[in-house]
């Protein structure tokens, strides 16, 4: 079983201050981790993923993770926020399944989401 | 197309009646899921498409609720004899062959049952 637990469900910080927005997991098995962002009236988008490489982890606009088994983490930051990160930010674990139609897949289960709103 | 698209954007219904949501997947991409984002709540997984395999639904929340991929691409969730708590946001992703990590979402369809 996997599940992800995202500690704050709404973070405001102010334009230019640095950015924490938290992600604890818990996984069977060696997990990847991803985050995704989703904009007003947008679709998710992608912003990093952690597949047992690099432990820290660089996305899209500025944002990256740290992967820290030892406490079961994968907390997002970016040193400096602007406006237009104002969004929803999801925190993903995935893990590889047989389904019950016998084929694979690798199963998503996200957490409950974080609102960040950046003020002026 | 450039991206996943959905339609429609917005759909307003009344409970009971039936309604129909389209995805139009990434061309070329053999998977393709659906999920449910309520209020507050992460992203429920609905069901999901790989190719010409059955496919998993194990995530449907009840009988009410049926999905298809017609040709490997289009896909339709069919929710019938809607109730107010059906009301979120459904959306669809695909996954291009070889790289089944990464899901590309559409916007989704915001779905409100009065």
């Known amino acids: 079983a996997q599940s992800v637990t995202q500690l704050d469900s709404h973070v405001s910080v102010s334009e230019g201050t640095p950015v924490l927005l938290r992600c604890n997991y818990s996984?069977?098995?060696?997990?990847?981790l991803f985050w995704y962002v989703q904009h007003p009236n947008k679709g998710l988008q992608l912003l990093l993923k952690?597949?047992?490489?690099?432990?820290l982890v660089k996305g899209i606009n500025g944002f990256e993770a740290e992967f820290k088994k030892s406490e079961t983490s994968f907390h997002l930051t970016k040193p400096s926020a602007h406006m237009s990160d104002a969004a929803e930010y999801f925190c993903?674990?995935?893990?590889?399944?047989?389904?019950?139609?016998?084929?694979?897949?690798?199963?998503?289960?996200f957490g409950k989401g974080t609102l960040l709103t950046v003020n002026p | 197309g450039a991206g996943v698209s959905q339609s429609p954007s917005n759909k307003v219904t009344e409970k009971g009646k039936d309604v129909e949501l389209r995805c139009d997947p990434i061309?070329?991409?053999?998977?393709l899921y659906w999920y449910r984002q309520s209020l507050g709540q992460g992203l429920e997984f609905l069901i999901y498409?790989?190719?010409?395999?059955?496919?998993?639904k194990s995530g449907l929340p009840s009988d009410r609720f049926s999905a298809e991929r017609t040709g490997g691409s289009v896909s339709t969730l069919t929710i019938q004899r809607t109730q107010q708590e059906d009301s979120a946001v459904y959306l669809c992703?695909?996954?291009?062959?070889?790289?089944?990590?990464?899901?590309?979402f559409g916007p989704g369809t915001r779905l409100l049952v009065l």
């Open positions: 992703a695909s996954t291009l062959g070889g790289q089944p990590l990464t899901r590309y």
């Open positions: 996984s069977s098995y060696s997990p990847s």
């Open positions: 952690y597949t047992s490489a690099a432990t």
């Open positions: 993903v674990v995935s893990s590889y399944f047989i389904s019950n139609s016998g084929g694979s897949n690798y199963k998503l289960t």
């Open positions: 061309s070329g991409h053999t998977a």
């Open positions: 498409f790989q190719g010409n395999s059955a496919p998993d």
